[in-house]
């Protein structure tokens, strides 16, 4: 993922919790993990789609991308395997750089072969590399003071400092527009932020059941 502070848990319920199936996936640093777009699911799939990376404006076939809007809505992801552990009878593999929505169906996991699956000279089409300058990330005092009353403060903080670094506004609402606030939900609250002189600003960790700005 593009953001290594991203961090989650894949539990794996009955009967895929056997102890045994995950015998030796330690030695792997990455593993691909096969899910459902269950958010995004439609009666009729589509030929085309606009990609964000393309400004909501151009149409490619929907197998030259990775868009959720699919004829099998499946998508795919890598990330780093921090550990392996079982827990109330649930094994959990514990998993950082995750970009999945929290409850995603996860139909099956592979580990990540650095000698057949890393490409470095593979052609990207449209999607080229993301940029190697990063936005600058400041807090207002009350977003700092919220994540000041979280045990894990900290560690989120730097997380959302990532995340936001990489600018994830999609392509077509990158006006430059100050007022514009976005919000993205994180774990238990949405993060509302606005572009402030060519920096995100945290504004706050807001209450999900209250926030109403745009996104």
Same mark, same amino acid.
């Given at each position: 993922? =593009?953001?290594?502070?991203?961090?989650?848990?894949?539990?794996?319920? +009955? +009967?895929?919790?056997?102890?045994?199936?995950?015998? /030796?996936?330690? /030695?792997? $640093?990455?593993?691909?993990?096969?899910?459902?777009?269950?958010?995004?699911? @439609?009666?009729?799939?589509?030929? #085309?789609?606009?990609? +964000? @990376?393309?400004? /909501?404006?151009?149409?490619?076939?929907?197998?030259?991308?990775?868009?959720?809007? @699919?004829?099998?809505?499946? /998508?795919?992801?890598?990330?780093?395997?921090?550990?392996?552990?079982?827990? &109330?009878?649930?094994?959990?593999?514990?998993?950082? %750089?995750?970009?999945?929505?929290? %409850? #995603?169906?996860?139909?099956?996991?592979?580990?990540?072969?650095?000698?057949? !699956? $890393?490409? +470095?000279?593979?052609? *990207?089409?449209?999607? &080229?590399?993301? *940029?190697?300058?990063?936005?600058?990330?400041?807090? #207002?005092?009350?977003?700092?003071?919220?994540? &000041?009353?979280?045990?894990?403060?900290?560690?989120?903080?730097?997380?959302? #400092?990532?995340?936001?670094?990489?600018?994830?506004?999609?392509?077509?609402?990158? !006006?430059?527009?100050?007022?514009?606030?976005?919000?993205?939900?994180?774990?238990?609250? !949405?993060?509302?932020?606005?572009?402030?002189?060519?920096?995100?600003?945290?504004?706050? =960790?807001?209450?999900? !059941?209250?926030?109403? &700005?745009?996104?």
């Amino acid at each position: 993922g =593009l953001v290594p502070q991203a961090k989650g848990s894949v539990e794996m319920l +009955p +009967p895929f919790n056997r102890p045994e199936a995950f015998v /030796g996936l330690q /030695g792997y $640093s990455h593993i691909w993990l096969q899910f459902i777009f269950d958010r995004a699911l @439609r009666a009729r799939w589509q030929p #085309t789609v606009r990609p +964000p @990376r393309l400004g /909501g404006n151009r149409r490619v076939g929907v197998f030259a991308s990775r868009a959720p809007f @699919r004829p099998n809505p499946i /998508g795919l992801s890598v990330v780093r395997l921090e550990g392996v552990s079982t827990e &109330a009878g649930s094994v959990l593999l514990k998993v950082s %750089g995750l970009d999945l929505v929290d %409850g #995603t169906p996860v139909i099956d996991i592979k580990p990540y072969l650095a000698y057949v !699956d $890393s490409i +470095p000279d593979a052609a *990207s089409g449209f999607a &080229a590399p993301a *940029s190697a300058s990063l936005c600058r990330v400041r807090f #207002t005092s009350r977003a700092l003071n919220q994540l &000041a009353a979280r045990p894990d403060g900290e560690t989120l903080k730097e997380m959302i #400092t990532a995340l936001l670094a990489a600018d994830p506004r999609p392509a077509y609402i990158m !006006d430059g527009r100050q007022q514009r606030v976005y919000g993205i939900r994180l774990y238990d609250f !949405d993060l509302r932020w606005q572009l402030v002189d060519g920096a995100a600003q945290v504004l706050e =960790l807001a209450q999900p !059941d209250h926030f109403s &700005a745009e996104m």
